[in-house]
């Protein structure tokens, strides 16, 4: 396999780009201060839009695994869509006024520079999360104990600090909002694009989940030629231990909806078009033809701005407990049955 080392990630110059650009219309701040060769390395997260009460907040996260550039990519490039629009278009002035935005695009910036999956130990942040899986997890790619060197390493047992930088941050939103919907973008194999909700370490059905069956359906009846996603519980796909989103499921003590959805991109779909990529390692989870690319930078902008928009409208907010009711009946049909 190919060692990769990267004085520089296209990834982090762009979001430095970003901030240096556009300062005034953001809110950034460093969750966790990393280093890398002596060099200072940020966690760096952005907010735009309402901070003064309690509102729908919308959270896009990328660069989990640092081999995974295009789910970073995919975030960067929604935020900088929406840079470019905030000083003419009066609709999303105006849904800024009401919610709030954040952004954590790159949460493992050391698995960038360094070319790996992991971060500076080596350590698979989506396994890392003080969480064990109940019954059988999927063997190596569940998490394992056994190597550093070896993939889906879950560390010795503490949480890293990208871990719990992003663990606390997110812990943070979830005081400050009436809903909170989170986005975390990655690639994988396989040949779709699915939509991952809780639980990944058990098979119980995700208390929320009348809530995602009540997005699933606005957003097939507004966008029906974008169903393209295969939308389920993790677990229905692969069983593991430490994710950071069935950590803060579990420890949530507040009553506001929180609704993370994992994008995992079907990077296979790439592949079967551009078999040269079986060549580079990196090619495994990254689209490299300029158009392939800029499909795959476009294909998520709806439904990246449809996360927005229901939160706008406040669509969980609204919802009565009689509806949620009868909402998580017809997911529990649907994905338990
Ligand atoms: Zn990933």
């Not at 396994?127 to 190597?147: H, Y």
């Not at 503490?158 to 992003?166: P, V």
């Not at 699933?216 to 939308?231: D, Q, S």
Request: aromatic content about 12%; overall charge positive; glycine content about 8%.
């Amino acid at each position: 396999m190919a060692k990769f080392s990267f004085e520089h990630a296209f990834e982090l110059d762009t979001l430095k780009r970003l901030v240096a650009q556009h300062q005034d219309r953001f809110r950034h701040q460093s969750l966790v201060d990393l280093s890398y060769r002596g060099e200072p390395l940020a966690v760096t997260a952005i907010e735009l839009g309402q901070q003064d009460k309690p509102c729908p907040t919308v959270l896009f996260v990328g660069g989990v695994h640092g081999v995974e550039r295009i789910g970073a990519q995919v975030v960067l490039a929604f935020l900088s869509s929406l840079l470019n629009r905030l000083p003419w278009d009066t609709h999303l002035q105006a849904l800024l006024k009401e919610i709030r935005l954040a952004f954590v695009p790159v949460v493992n910036p050391l698995g960038f520079l360094r070319g790996s999956r992991g971060n500076g130990n080596n350590v698979d942040l989506m396994r890392n999360a003080p969480i064990e899986a109940s019954g059988k997890v999927t063997f190596m790619l569940g998490g394992q104990r056994l190597s550093p060197k070896l993939p889906w390493y879950r560390g010795s047992g503490e949480m890293e600090a990208e871990t719990s930088a992003l663990i606390q941050y997110v812990k943070g939103l979830q005081l400050e909002s009436t809903s909170l919907l989170c986005l975390d973008a990655h690639s994988g194999f396989g040949l779709n694009d699915h939509i991952w909700f809780p639980y990944a370490h058990s098979d119980k059905p995700f208390e929320g989940m009348g809530y995602i069956y009540h997005l699933k359906r606005l957003f097939e009846a507004a966008y029906p030629h974008h169903g393209h996603y295969r939308l389920g519980p993790q677990s229905h796909f692969y069983r593991t231990h430490g994710d950071i989103w069935d950590y803060l499921v579990v420890n949530n003590t507040g009553t506001a909806p929180f609704i993370p959805l994992t994008l995992e991109m079907g990077s296979w779909a790439w592949l079967r078009k551009n078999p040269r990529q079986v060549l580079s390692f990196s090619g495994y989870f990254n689209p490299q033809k300029p158009h392939r690319h800029h499909r795959i930078l476009r294909r998520h902008f709806i439904l990246m701005q449809f996360l927005m928009d229901s939160a706008y409208g406040r669509v969980l907010e609204q919802v009565s407990p009689a509806q949620l009711g009868l909402l998580t009946h017809d997911a529990h049909r649907y994905w338990v049955k």
